[in-house]
C-alpha cells in the first residue's frame, strides 16, 4: 500500500467512525418477567416466563394453571416484556408479570391478584426506573391480612423462613444505566441446622438458606 | 492526525443531517376508517413519516384517572405494544406500519372470557401514523391492524390504538384501544392526556421520531 492509498484509508476510517461515537454505540436493554419460580435442592422451576433477546421488540409467555409440588399454585399468569435500545431517542424496556389467585405453601400465602411491573427510560432528559403499577390484591401471609405492602417489606415465617413483599431492586448508576427489578413475593426458605445441647451446654443452631419461591417478578433496565 | 479527527467530527452531524433530510414526508395520510371521531387524534390531522413507538404497562379503566384501583378491584388492564413505520403509504393513502405487535390482558372480572382474562393479540400491525393534533409532548400515534382473541379464537379482527408520549414519567403517558368487532374498547374522553388515551398507572411509551 503506497502512502497515498494509506492516507485514503485513514480519511475514510476517520469519517466512519464518529458515527458510532455516540454515547447511544452502547445502547442496550434488558427486559424479563416470570409468573412463579422456585429453587429448591429438588425442584428448579421457573413457570410463565418471557426473556427479551437483543434486537428484539417483544416478547410474551403466559399460563393458565401452575402448579409446582405442594409449594405453589396459580392462575393465569402473564409475562411481557418490551424494550428498545435507541441509539439517537432513548432506550426503554418494560417488565410486566401478572397473575391471578395465588397459593404459597399450601396456603400459608395466598392472594388474588399480583401485577409487577418494571419500567426503565434512558435518554432526553431523563433516566430512570420505576416499579409504578405493582400490586397485590387480598393478600394474606400467615393468617394476616397485608394490603399495599411499602417496597421490601419482610415479614417471618415461622418454621418455615422470612417472605419479602414488594421487594423492588434497583441497579445502575442512575445517569448511564438504571435498572430496576421487582419480585412482589419473595420466599425465603431456611432451615436451623447444627445445635443442640450435651454435656458441656447448648450450642445456638443456624438458620441455612435452603431455597427460595418467587411469585410475580418484573425486571428492566437501561443503558 | 488532529485535522482529520476534527474533520471527521463535523462530518458525522452533516452526514446525519443529510440523511434525515431524505426521508420523504407525505403529510395527509389518513388510517383505516374505524373508530369514532374524537376531540385528539382527529382524522386529517395525521402525517405519514418514519416513527417508532414502544413500552407497555398498565391502565386502570374505568374510572379515568391517572390513579391505580383498589387491587382487588381488579379493575385494570396490562399490555405490551411497540410499532414502526417508515412513512410510506400504500395506493390507497394508508400509512404503512413496517412492523409491530400488541398483547393486552384485560384482568377486570367482567371481562372474563371462561374464567380467565381476556387476552388479545396481534395478527398484524397494518398502519402507523403521527398525530399532529395531540397534546403528547414527545408524540403520538394512531397504528392498528388485526388481532386475534386468544380466549376464543376469533381471528382477523380491526383494531386500533392512540398512542401517546406525554414525557417522563410514564404515568403521564396515554394509550386507549378499540376493537370494534367484539366492541370493546378501552378509551378515556374526561381525565386524559389526549382523547381517547387513558392514563397509565404503570410502565412507560417511548416515541422515537427517528429510527
Known amino acids: 500500500m503506497n502512502i497515498d492509498n494509506f492516507r485514503r484509508a485513514v480519511l475514510i476510517v476517520g469519517l466512519a467512525l464518529p458515527m458510532s461515537w455516540t454515547a447511544g454505540s452502547v445502547a442496550a436493554q434488558t427486559a424479563r418477567s416470570y409468573g412463579v419460580k422456585v429453587s429448591t435442592p429438588t425442584i428448579n422451576q421457573t413457570a410463565s416466563s418471557a426473556v427479551l433477546p437483543p434486537g428484539a421488540d417483544m416478547v410474551t409467555n403466559s399460563g393458565q394453571s401452575i402448579v409446582v409440588g405442594s409449594l405453589v399454585t396459580a392462575q393465569d399468569a402473564f409475562a411481557i416484556v418490551t424494550g428498545d435500545a435507541d441509539a439517537t431517542d432513548g432506550s426503554n424496556a418494560v417488565s410486566s408479570a401478572t397473575l391471578g389467585a395465588v397459593s404459597l405453601l399450601s396456603g400459608l400465602i395466598t392472594a388474588d391478584g399480583v401485577v409487577a411491573v418494571a419500567s426503565s427510560t434512558i435518554g432526553g432528559n431523563a433516566t430512570g426506573s420505576d416499579a409504578e403499577g405493582s400490586s397485590l390484591a387480598n393478600l394474606v401471609v400467615n393468617g394476616e391480612s397485608v394490603s399495599y405492602p411499602a417496597p421490601n417489606t419482610w415479614m417471618a415465617l415461622p418454621g418455615v423462613g422470612y417472605v419479602v413483599l414488594n421487594e423492588q431492586i434497583p441497579t445502575g448508576d442512575g445517569v448511564t444505566t438504571s435498572g430496576i427489578t421487582v419480585n412482589m413475593i419473595h420466599v425465603v426458605l431456611q432451615s436451623l441446622t447444627g445445635g443442640g445441647c450435651g454435656l458441656l451446654g447448648c450450642l445456638p443452631g443456624v438458620l441455612t438458606t435452603t431455597g427460595e419461591i418467587i411469585v410475580g417478578s418484573a425486571t428492566s433496565s437501561v443503558q | ?211
Open chain 2, 1 to 211: 492526525m488532529f485535522k482529520l479527527r476534527t474533520l471527521a467530527m463535523l462530518a458525522a452531524p452533516i452526514g446525519v443531517v443529510l440523511i434525515a433530510s431524505s426521508c420523504d414526508r407525505q403529510p395527509g395520510a389518513v388510517a383505516p376508517g374505524i373508530g369514532k371521531p374524537l376531540a385528539h387524534f382527529q382524522p386529517g390531522n395525521f402525517v405519514c413519516v418514519p416513527v417508532k413507538i414502544t413500552g407497555g404497562g398498565r391502565i386502570d379503566y374505568p374510572p379515568e384517572q391517572a390513579e391505580k384501583n383498589p387491587p382487588a378491584s381488579h379493575e385494570y388492564e396490562t399490555f405490551g405494544a411497540h410499532v414502526m413505520g417508515s412513512g410510506q403509504q400504500d395506493a390507497n393513502g394508508v400509512c404503512l406500519a413496517d412492523k409491530g405487535a400488541l398483547e393486552w390482558v384485560d384482568h377486570r372480572p367482567e371481562m372474563e372470557v371462561n374464567g380467565h382474562p381476556l387476552n388479545l393479540h396481534a395478527t398484524e400491525v397494518t398502519f402507523a401514523e403521527v398525530a399532529t393534533d395531540a397534546s403528547c409532548t414527545d408524540g403520538a400515534v394512531h397504528w392498528g391492524g388485526k388481532l386475534r382473541v386468544q380466549n376464543t379464537g376469533q381471528s382477523d379482527l380491526d383494531f386500533e390504538v392512540w398512542d401517546c408520549d406525554n414525557g417522563e414519567p410514564g404515568r403521564n403517558d396515554g394509550f386507549a384501544i378499540s376493537v370494534p368487532a367484539i366492541d370493546y374498547a378501552v378509551q378515556c374522553f374526561t381525565v386524559t392526556p389526549a382523547d381517547p388515551t387513558c392514563y397509565l398507572t404503570g410502565g412507560n411509551r417511548q416515541f422515537h421520531p427517528t429510527h
